[in-house]
């Protein structure tokens, strides 16, 4: 038999990961930056038995504009910050607590 079967994590089985491989697609792992390459972070694909799962986010840092036309500084947990518009993020937890940081209940009300 020309396969190789890895023990993986129940999670990674419940997305969808098969455990065989053919012999010849894995290859040696080297280890990378995790700063040059950011996002391998088993952390960042943690999903939970709900649907609403999202990556976890640590903070919004600052926005810029207004209404849903408003861009957001992301940190991740990694410690890189990224840009994100509004409709990438209206639906994270952690947009939720940043409206409540600065006391408002609707994007509308965030102040430029």
């Given at each position: 038999?020309?396969?190789?079967?890895?023990?993986?994590?129940?999670?990674l089985?419940?997305?969808?990961?098969?455990?065989?491989?053919?012999?010849?697609?894995p290859?040696?792992?080297?280890?990378?930056?995790?700063?040059?390459?950011?996002?391998?972070?088993?952390?960042?694909?943690?999903?939970?038995?709900?649907?609403?799962?999202?990556?976890?986010?640590?903070?919004?840092?600052?926005?810029?504009?207004?209404?849903?036309?408003?861009i957001?500084?992301i940190?991740?947990?990694?410690?890189?910050?990224?840009?994100?518009?509004?409709?990438?993020?209206?639906?994270?937890?952690?947009?939720?607590?940043?409206?409540?940081?600065?006391?408002?209940?609707?994007?509308?009300d965030l102040?430029?």
């Amino acid at each position: 038999n020309n396969s190789f079967k890895v023990d993986l994590p129940r999670k990674l089985i419940a997305r969808g990961i098969h455990p065989i491989f053919h012999s010849s697609l894995p290859c040696i792992h080297i280890a990378s930056d995790d700063r040059l390459f950011p996002g391998r972070s088993d952390g960042l694909f943690d999903e939970t038995t709900n649907s609403n799962s999202e990556w976890s986010a640590k903070e919004i840092r600052s926005h810029s504009g207004s209404g849903m036309n408003a861009i957001f500084e992301i940190v991740w947990p990694t410690g890189d910050v990224t840009w994100l518009p509004y409709h990438q993020i209206e639906g994270l937890n952690v947009f939720k607590r940043y409206l409540e940081e600065w006391g408002v209940a609707h994007i509308a009300d965030l102040p430029n």
